[in-house]
């Protein structure tokens, strides 16, 4: 598991600059992190029952469905960045 929290890390981060460049392909990216996140679950059903990675796909669907200003999305980007380090200190 700490090896896709470490790759989930980038693929958060990555939505920052996407939004900053204004890139088309935003909500394509962001529908297939969505998939990625729930598909977590599955495999790995501890997730399920952890409310700081439900907050994180929270976030992430927030983004995916509606607008949001490069500094809304500066903050919460770090702020997930930081919640998956914590999941990782916990697992």
């Not at 380090?85 to 697992?91: A, C, D, E, H, N």
Request: net charge positive; charged share 20%.
């Amino acid at each position: 598991m700490n090896e896709f929290l470490n790759m989930l890390i980038n693929l958060v981060y990555k939505i920052l600059p996407l939004k900053e460049e204004q890139n088309p392909y935003l909500n394509d990216y962001l529908d297939s992190l969505i998939i990625q996140l729930k598909g977590a679950l599955d495999t790995y059903p501890y997730l399920k029952t952890n409310t700081q990675y439900i907050s994180i796909i929270n976030t992430v669907q927030y983004f995916y469905n509606n607008d949001f200003t490069v500094k809304q999305c500066k903050r919460e980007v770090f702020k997930c960045i930081k919640t998956i380090k914590q999941i990782k200190g916990g697992v």
